[in-house]
């Protein structure tokens, strides 16, 4: 055979495999020109500021501040085409119906911590924000950061007019209301960011647990059935604030937050149960 020969039988193979392997899908080739407006996540590229044209017009003539129905949803999914809400806010005991969610270790989701999170559940009787927020069919939601932007911006009553107001880690609020507000409806953090001192949690807010890691979820469960901390936990969390006087769990209502997939659980500051010492405990996605 002669080496020109040799050559073609060679690269014809290859080019046949090249096309099919293109032609799949799996080998993204842009057209020359062509703009890209999706990453290989799915998300916009470009955010655009203005609504879609459909957003538009279903929420173009409500007046400014009005709560909108289905729009942060609606926003989202213009955002990230594929984004889903398979889930409702707080889970429950069937929450391994979520696979997308079960499939993915910490922090994606909660594969291996299933027990640990079943049993948390097995002291749960509310899955809600409580009945006030719960009846609402539209809630307007905040989320303050701890930039320090809002220093003598006096915008702690504008903030207080939503009506749920969420704050990261050690976001002070005492002696600040009138820059950042004095309403807590959720506090976001992880044991190693958590507030130490128990006068400084908001008796009526959530405390929400971020967990990165297996030893978060083992964190929360110490923290909701009085476990004593083993020694790798105690070195990465504050214990001052574990108990409270009542001798249960973290101050007001404590939860549990993996990052894009996982739980978020929480404990009600109601009456002492008997017995078993446990108050009500909420698993939230983060889906």
């Known amino acids: 055979m002669k080496p020109t020969h040799k050559l073609l039988f060679v690269l014809c193979p290859m080019l046949v495999l090249g096309f099919i392997y293109y032609s799949s899908g799996k080998l993204h080739l842009h057209v020359w020109g062509q703009k890209l407006l999706y990453d290989k996540q799915g998300f916009l590229l470009k955010l655009d500021t203005k609504l879609p044209s459909e957003l538009a017009y279903k929420y173009g003539n409500l007046s400014e501040g009005a709560c ?18 398979p889930a409702p806010m707080f889970l429950d005991r069937n929450f391994k119906r979520l696979s997308k969610v079960s499939n993915y270790l910490p922090p994606f989701g909660f594969k291996t ?27 307007r939601c905040i989320i303050v950061g701890n930039g320090g932007i809002l220093a003598n911006k006096s915008l702690g009553s504008r903030i207080d007019d939503y009506d749920v107001v969420v704050r990261l880690n050690e976001a002070p609020v005492h002696g600040y209301g009138k820059d950042v507000g004095t309403k807590t409806t959720m506090r976001i953090t992880y044991p190693e960011g958590a507030i130490q001192k128990p006068d400084r949690y908001e008796k009526d807010s959530l405390f929400v647990f971020s967990a990165f890691k297996p030893l978060d979820f083992k964190w929360l469960r110490q923290m909701v059935f009085k476990e004593k901390p083993g020694a790798l936990a105690a070195r990465h969390s504050p214990e001052e604030h574990i108990g ?43 889906e």
Request: aromatic content about 6%; hydrophobic content about 35%; glycine content about 12%.
């Open 113 to 139: 911590q299933e027990r640990i999170i079943d049993i948390i559940l097995t002291a749960t009787k509310h899955y809600g924000l409580g009945d006030e927020l719960d009846s609402l069919s539209c809630k």
């Open 244 to 286: 409270d006087e009542e001798g249960v769990g973290l101050k007001g209502r404590a939860a549990l937050f993996p990052l894009t997939g996982g739980t978020l659980a929480g404990m009600d500051r109601g009456p002492r149960p008997s017995q078993s010492g446990h108050r009500h405990v909420k698993v939230l996605p983060a």
């Open 68 to 85: 909108k129905p289905g729009y942060a949803a609606a926003k989202m999914t213009a955002i990230y085409p594929k984004f889903m809400k």
